[in-house]
């Protein structure tokens, strides 16, 4: 069973920054794709960035491009990080990692929840003005 593990959450100060992480397990092949994701009260779920395990290209939301950074941790390969400066109010949410395998689509593919098959829980995060 592949599992996800986000954590990292928390309340901050309008302009502020987080760094959520994401650990994966149960994955033997290392062709996978990682997404974050986002859901505020009253709203659907959103694609906030992606990552691609096997070659590291990314991909963001609109909303989120130039303040947030995907990446993976070189050392252990099974922890990825957002991290999110800049934070506005509208980025209050919880945040969800998710995967799926295989992940050889455009990293962009990969902001639409559905093409999800794995989630860890949700981490929320606050921000306040």
Known sequence: DVQLQASGGGSVQLGGSLRLSCVVDGFIYDDYAIGWFRQA???????????????????????????????RDTAK????????????????????CAAVLPGY??????????????????????VSS
């Open 41 to 71: 009260p009253g709203k659907e779920r959103e694609g906030v960035s992606s990552i691609r395990s096997s070659d590291g290209d990314v991909s963001y939301a609109n909303s989120v491009k130039g303040r947030f950074t995907v990446s």
């Open 77 to 96: 390969k099974t922890t990825y990080y957002l991290q999110m400066n800049g934070l506005k109010t509208e980025d209050t949410a919880v945040y969800y």
């Open 105 to 126: 689509e455009s990293p962009s593919y990969y902001l639409r929840p559905d093409t999800m098959e794995n989630w860890g829980q949700g981490t929320l995060v606050t």
